[in-house]
């Protein structure tokens, strides 16, 4: 079986769960206590999707205020993006436009984007609707997931689901 490279970065706001979401797809494990991202953090994964290998690089940013001017250094060369918000923090949704925006403007042409409305399982504390984003996930052609990294619900369907949008490779 072929191997494909896949170099990937997660972008949003500080607190919505990048991290958490890496370490559910890398180790199937959570952590309640999970420490603040320092710049950023490179994880390895290989998936198998429909008889071929992915290889993910993934690039797990910070999203604080400080660290925003490195993002461009990880999405810059990657093949695809995830931008992830907190369904129970409508600024955070705020956020995913604004990474819409400057992966428009300075990001790869190319990328394959999705975005993940994280902690799914905290249903009862939500702001952010399901319909509202995926309206607009439609819009900008990106794939669109409610994730929880504590359940893992939609976890790998999410790395599944960016593998079906990449583009046919040049051989
Ligand atoms: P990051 O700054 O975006 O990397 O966010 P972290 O992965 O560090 O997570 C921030 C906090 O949210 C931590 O306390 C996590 O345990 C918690 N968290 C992350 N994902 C989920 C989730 O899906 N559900 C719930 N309930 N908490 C989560
Ligand atoms: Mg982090």
């Not at 008889?51 to 797990?60: A, E, G, H, P, R």
């Not at 984003?133 to 893992?152: G, L, M, R, W």
Request: overall charge negative.
């Amino acid at each position: 079986m072929s191997m494909r490279e896949i170099k990937l970065c997660l972008l949003g706001d500080s607190g919505v769960g990048k991290s958490s979401l890496v370490q559910r797809f890398v180790s199937d494990t959570f952590n309640t206590h999970s420490q603040p991202t320092i710049g950023a953090s490179f994880m390895s994964k290989t998936l198998v999707v429909d008889d071929q290998s992915y290889k993910f690089q993934i690039w797990d940013t910070a999203g604080q205020e400080k660290y925003r001017g490195l993002a461009p250094m990880y999405y810059r060369g990657a093949a695809a993006a995830i931008i992830v918000y907190d369904i129970t923090r409508e600024s955070s949704f705020s956020a995913v436009k604004m990474w819409v925006r400057e992966l428009e403007q300075y990001g790869p042409g190319d990328v394959v984007l999705a975005i993940a409305g994280n902690k799914a399982d905290l249903v009862d504390q939500r702001e952010v609707t399901y319909d509202e984003a995926h309206k607009y996930a439609d819009q900008i052609n990106a794939t669109f997931v409610e994730t929880s990294a504590k359940t893992a619900v939609n976890v790998t369907q999410l790395f599944t689901a960016i593998t079906r949008k990449l583009p046919a490779e040049i051989i």
